[in-house]
């Protein structure tokens, strides 16, 4: 079963901001993201510290799905 982007759908809005428990309106970093995986470089200042991301599908018309649930993450060195 092949895994990615539903039928119809060109690309993923991405957004996420330094913080917990964000809604998605105060996520105030964001892009679309029409590759299937992609890489995010973060200052030093915001390693380590949690940050809130959402995601969600939009069509080629420019109609966009619902927010995902939010995922939680902390920046680090590689």
């Known amino acids: 079963k092949k895994t990615g982007k539903p ?3 060109v690309g993923c ?4 901001a330094r913080g917990s428990n964000l809604t998605p309106e105060q996520c105030v970093h964001s892009g679309l993201i029409t590759r299937d995986s992609f890489m995010r470089e973060f200052d030093r ?3 380590e510290h949690p940050h809130t991301a959402y995601a969600r599908w939009y069509n080629s018309k420019g ?6 649930l939010p995922c939680r993450f902390l ?3 590689l």
């Open 7 to 9: 039928a119809g759908v």
């Open 75 to 77: 920046p680090e060195e």
């Open 13 to 16: 809005e991405f957004r996420y």
């Open 63 to 68: 109609e966009f799905g619902q927010w995902s």
């Open 45 to 47: 200042a915001d390693w």
